[in-house]
């Protein structure tokens, strides 16, 4: 069974640097892309960016790039989420999904919710 | 504003059937697969049809969907109240070169 595990919650005062993770398993991690969606209350699905673990391949929206980074440890089947300089603008929750192809995310991760307040 | 376009809100009684449309351009529904995804309240999303048509394991045939030049529909038959959840259409832009979403459309089964 695929499964992507991304921790629950998340709380930062604006100015701080985060790194979330997405754990993979049941599936071969290395040969499938995975992306981050963002999700800001009450709104719409966002296209982040993707990589592809197998080398590492990252493409990012427009909307999102110099924003955040993207990047894997394929070692231990896990991708990761990171800002340097979090505004409470980014207060949302953060999906990871994954697809065998780069145009659909065929499983997807529970969430995680980003709460960046003062 | 979502660079593909679907309509806020579709409504329709238990049984009977609905459609969503999701209009883009040449640049992503044009020539890209599109994909469909159903968003229960609460939970993550999860992928409903792939390459314009295919349903994966477990999606009931219910679910159906098309895509016609720069458009692409869903459709669901047999509404249950269960179906009430909001729904995007997904491709690739290649202007962009990334993924888009429509701005989602929430279904009310009456």
Same mark, same amino acid.
């Given at each position: 069974?695929?499964?992507?595990? $991304? +921790?629950?919650?998340?709380?930062?005062? +604006?100015?701080?640097?985060?790194?979330?993770? &997405?754990?993979?398993?049941?599936?071969?991690? #290395?040969?499938?892309?995975?992306? %981050?969606?963002?999700?800001?209350?009450?709104?719409?699905?966002?296209?982040?960016?993707?990589?592809?673990?197998?080398?590492?391949?990252?493409?990012?929206? +427009?909307?999102?790039?110099?924003?955040?980074?993207?990047?894997?440890?394929?070692?231990?089947?896990?991708?990761?989420?990171? %800002?340097?300089?979090?505004?409470?603008?980014?207060?949302?929750?953060?999906? &990871?999904?994954?697809?065998?192809?780069?145009?659909?995310?065929?499983? %997807?991760? $529970?969430? #995680?919710?980003?709460?960046?307040?003062? | 504003?979502?660079?593909? !376009?679907?309509?806020?809100?579709?409504?329709?009684?238990?049984?009977?059937?609905? !459609?969503?449309?999701?209009?883009?351009?040449?640049?992503?529904?044009?020539?890209?697969?599109?994909?469909?995804?159903?968003?229960?309240?609460? !939970?993550?999303? =999860?992928?409903?049809?792939?390459?314009?048509?295919?349903?994966?394991?477990?999606?009931?045939?219910?679910?159906?969907?098309? =895509?016609?030049?720069?458009?692409?529909?869903?459709?669901? !038959?047999?509404?249950?109240?269960?179906?009430?959840?909001?729904?995007?259409?997904?491709?690739?832009?290649?202007?962009?070169?990334?993924?888009?979403?429509?701005?989602?459309? =929430?279904?009310?089964?009456?």
């Amino acid at each position: 069974e695929v499964q992507l595990v $991304q +921790p629950g919650t998340e709380v930062k005062k +604006p100015g701080e640097s985060l790194k979330i993770s &997405c754990r993979g398993s049941g599936y071969s991690f #290395t040969v499938y892309w995975i992306g %981050w969606v963002r999700q800001m209350p009450g709104r719409g699905l966002e296209w982040m960016g993707i990589i592809y673990p197998g080398d590492s391949d990252t493409r990012y929206s +427009p909307s999102f790039q110099g924003q955040v980074t993207i990047s894997v440890d394929k070692s231990i089947s896990t991708a990761y989420l990171q %800002w340097s300089n979090l505004k409470a603008s980014d207060t949302a929750i953060y999906y &990871c999904a994954t697809g065998y192809n780069i145009k659909t995310f065929d499983y %997807w991760g $529970q969430g #995680t919710l980003v709460t960046v307040s003062s | 504003q979502s660079v593909l !376009t679907q309509p806020p809100s579709v409504s329709a009684a238990p049984g009977q059937k609905v !459609t969503i449309s999701c209009s883009g351009s040449s640049f992503n529904i044009g020539n890209n697969y599109v994909s469909w995804y159903q968003q229960l309240p609460g !939970t993550a999303p =999860k992928l409903l049809i792939s390459d314009n048509n295919k349903r994966p394991s477990g999606i009931p045939d219910r679910f159906s969907a098309s =895509k016609s030049g720069t458009s692409a529909t869903l459709g669901i !038959t047999g509404l249950q109240t269960g179906d009430e959840a909001d729904y995007y259409c997904g491709t690739w832009d290649t202007s962009l070169s990334a993924g888009v979403f429509g701005g989602g459309t =929430k279904l009310t089964v009456l």
